[in-house]
């Protein structure tokens, strides 16, 4: 059995969005089960009214909420009781095996790099998330916003543990591609920071495939890709805008004139296959990676079907058992680079 904490109020809708969220993600997973955290008696209030299965789920008390616009400083110090920090805690304690929170993802990165620390050998946890690509594969980009400005060594980090959980995850798909996303695939363009990176990586024990280009997160041909806050904040937000444009570009086309109206009912399966292909909803939860525990980060502005997705991600890492195996990775691929680095230094002292 999966134990999820569920930050009940976080989100800009809370519980009329995480309760029908919870309940649905219960109905599809029969061996998981849920702590849900905030207003006890709110909870339970909209627990019964939508018929949730109680015998699967256990409320938790908390008397504070994090708003969606507190400073993240201001959270971690003067709500230590607020549902966000009440449901990272149940992952400290051992008591949940993930917690998802939609709540402010300023204060949630905060308080569960707060509470749970990083990864030994990891300096900053990043933000990943999947994005579907050609085919049905699933490419893995971070980091996401969490980190505007990285050194080489930060970067070859998210790597590694990219990497590792991807592999967790789909452990019968052998080593994980890993791109370096930059301006073009030739190692010598880039800024310093990248190319020192593409050097790093090279000599890396990770699979990877060299320098790719934005296009390459939808063209499958790397499973992790990898980059600073800053630049991948603006492709995942681009990526987002995009979706929105397209969707709506293409319902004005059909509803141009009589003929074109014809033509969308003719075209309905094919349109509601593409609607469903893109619904931004279905890949809702992003990855905290880094961290000595699972947590997933919901779009605060989410409906109940995304946040029973995130809900979803949060279960699947936990049931592969994705931190240890990341933890794992990250010591035995962090000790070999460093075996190089010392001997690279041992070579350039010879030389001199």
């Given at each position: 059995?999966?134990?999820?904490?569920?930050?009940?109020?976080?989100?800009?809708?809370?519980?009329?969005?995480?309760?029908?969220?919870?309940?649905?993600?219960?109905?599809?997973?029969?061996?998981?089960?849920?702590?849900?955290?905030?207003?006890?008696?709110?909870?339970?209030?909209?627990?019964?009214?939508?018929?949730?299965?109680?015998?699967?789920?256990?409320?938790?008390?908390?008397?504070?909420?994090?708003?969606?616009?507190?400073?993240?400083?201001?959270?971690?110090?003067?709500?230590?009781?607020?549902?966000?920090?009440?449901?990272?805690?149940?992952?400290?304690?051992?008591?949940?095996?993930?917690?998802?929170?939609?709540?402010?993802?300023?204060?949630?990165?905060?308080?569960?790099?707060?509470?749970?620390?990083?990864?030994?050998?990891?300096?900053?946890?990043?933000?990943?998330?999947?994005?579907?690509?050609?085919?049905?594969?699933?490419?893995?980009?971070?980091?996401?916003?969490?980190?505007?400005?990285?050194?080489?060594?930060?970067?070859?980090?998210?790597?590694?543990?990219?990497?590792?959980?991807?592999?967790?995850?789909?452990?019968?798909?052998?080593?994980?591609?890993?791109?370096?996303?930059?301006?073009?695939?030739?190692?010598?363009?880039?800024?310093?920071?990248?190319?020192?990176?593409?050097?790093?990586?090279?000599?890396?024990?990770?699979?990877?495939?060299?320098?790719?280009?934005?296009?390459?997160?939808?063209?499958?041909?790397?499973?992790?890709?990898?980059?600073?806050?800053?630049?991948?904040?603006?492709?995942?937000?681009?990526?987002?805008?995009?979706?929105?444009?397209?969707?709506t570009a293409i319902r004005q086309e059909f509803q141009?004139?009589?003929?074109?109206?014809?033509?969308?009912?003719?075209?309905?399966?094919?349109?509601?296959?593409?609607?469903?292909?893109?619904?931004?909803?279905?890949?809702?939860?992003a990855i905290f990676l880094g961290?000595?525990?699972?947590?997933?980060?919901?779009?605060?502005?989410?409906?109940?079907?995304?946040?029973?997705?995130?809900?979803?991600?949060?279960?699947?890492?936990?049931?592969?058992?994705?931190?240890?195996?990341?933890?794992?990775?990250?010591?035995?691929?962090?000790?070999?680079?460093?075996?190089?680095?010392?001997?690279?230094?041992?070579?350039?002292?010879?030389?001199?």
């Open positions: 059995m999966i134990t999820l904490a569920v930050d009940a109020m976080g989100g800009d809708a809370g519980l009329s969005v995480t309760v029908p969220g919870a309940v649905s993600f219960l109905r599809r997973q029969a061996d998981a089960r849920l702590l849900m955290v905030g207003d006890e008696a709110a909870i339970v209030r909209a627990l019964s009214s939508a018929a949730a299965p109680m015998d699967r789920i256990d409320v938790i008390p908390a008397t504070q909420v994090v708003e969606m616009d507190e400073q993240p400083q201001s959270a971690l110090k003067n709500k230590k009781d607020s549902s966000m920090r009440v449901a990272v805690n149940q992952v400290k304690e051992g008591l949940a095996q993930a917690a998802v929170s939609a709540g402010n993802t300023g204060a949630l990165m905060a308080t569960a790099r707060f509470v749970l620390k990083t990864i030994p050998g990891i300096e900053r946890p990043a933000i990943a998330k999947f994005i579907p690509s050609k085919d049905g594969h699933m490419t893995l980009v971070l980091d996401l916003g969490a980190n505007v400005d990285c050194t080489p060594e930060q970067l070859v980090q998210f790597a590694v543990i990219g990497s590792e959980l991807v592999h967790a995850l789909y452990p019968q798909a052998g080593a994980p591609r890993v791109g370096l996303l930059n301006v073009g695939t030739e190692d010598i363009k880039g800024t310093d920071t990248v190319k020192q990176t593409f050097k790093l990586l090279q000599s890396s024990r990770l699979n990877f495939v060299g320098n790719v280009e934005g296009g390459s997160i939808f063209s499958g041909e790397a499973d992790v890709v990898v980059a600073d806050g800053f630049v991948g904040n603006i492709v995942l937000k681009t990526i987002e805008g995009s979706v929105r444009f397209l969707t141009t004139n009589l003929l074109t109206k014809l033509g969308a009912l003719a075209a309905l399966p094919a349109l509601k296959g593409f609607r469903n292909k893109l619904d931004p909803r279905k890949f809702n939860g961290l000595r525990g699972v947590v997933v980060k919901s779009h605060g502005g989410t409906d109940a079907v995304g946040f029973a997705y995130a809900l979803e991600e949060a279960f699947h890492e936990a049931k592969a058992d994705s931190l240890a195996r990341i933890q794992q990775g990250v010591a035995e691929q962090l000790a070999f680079l460093a075996e190089k680095k010392i001997e690279a230094e041992q070579a350039a002292i010879s030389i001199d």
